[in-house]
């Protein structure tokens, strides 16, 4: 079974980096087509993809905010990290991680998401 | 601006079928068969509904059915239930460096 986890703050102030976590279980970055994304949404709003980071460690990021996105992995620890520099209110989302399987290029597992708030 | 295109709303009686669209370009949805659709309930994580164009996974009800043609792909849900009533998004893969886009979804209510 696949698991996945977002945490991080709920509150960042405007110009600060967030940094958020991703934990998950029952798969493997080390496993040849296993990929990890990111994907949020603002409240009332659509999805947005923001990158993914794939099992030989390449990263995609979305063109509009690959400039402001950095995703990096601990596979000791099972866990991707994604920060997202210079936040502004309109970063105000609920930003969930996913596993994804290159080969089918879906995703197939979310973690529940965690509501990120950016306000002074 | 997403980058694919869904229609905002989309309704239907229960027991009747509806249809929403997905058009992208030859990009994305008409450049490759991995379209896949997602449902979200209200405060929940988007769950995949359909995958690689018109495949179900284990556990999605058979009333779920995808197409495609050209650049527009479209998601099916027959029977209408109660519980069918939430946001549906179709997501494409877009090559190498941009894998994933995401429409601007759908909001079906079941009258």
């Known amino acids: 079974q696949v698991t996945l986890k977002e945490s991080g703050p709920t509150l960042v102030k405007p110009t600060q980096t967030l940094t958020l976590t991703c934990t998950f279980s029952?798969?493997?970055?080390?496993?040849?087509?296993?990929?990890v994304g990111w994907i949020r949404q603002p409240p009332g709003k659509a999805l947005e993809w923001l990158g993914l980071?794939?099992?030989?460690?390449?990263?995609r990021y979305s063109p509009s905010l690959k400039s402001r996105l950095t995703i990096t992995e601990d596979t000791s620890k099972n866990q991707v990290v994604l920060t997202m520099t210079n936040m502004d209110p309109v970063d105000t989302a609920t930003y969930y991680c996913?596993?994804?399987?290159?080969?089918?290029?879906?995703?197939?597992?979310w973690g529940q998401g965690t509501l990120v708030t950016v306000s002074s | 601006q997403s980058a694919l295109t869904q229609p905002p709303s989309a309704s239907g009686s229960p027991g009747q079928s509806v249809t929403i669209s997905c058009t992208g370009t030859s990009s994305d949805v008409g450049g490759y068969n991995y379209v896949s659709w997602y449902q979200q309930h209200p405060g929940k994580a988007p769950k995949v509904m359909i995958y690689?164009?018109?495949k179900r996974p284990s556990g999605v009800p058979d009333r779920f059915s995808g197409s495609k043609s050209g650049n527009t792909a479209s998601l099916t849900v027959s029977g209408l239930q109660a519980e069918d009533e939430a946001d549906y998004y179709c997501?494409?893969?877009?090559?190498?460096?941009?894998?994933?886009?995401f429409g601007g979804g759908t909001r079906l209510t079941v009258l």
């Open positions: 997501s494409s893969y877009g090559g190498n460096n941009i894998p994933v886009a």
């Open positions: 690689e164009v018109s």
């Open positions: 980071i794939y099992w030989d460690d390449e990263k």
């Open positions: 996913a596993h994804r399987l290159t080969a089918r290029d879906y995703f197939d597992s």
């Open positions: 029952g798969i493997s970055l080390n496993t040849s087509g296993v990929s």
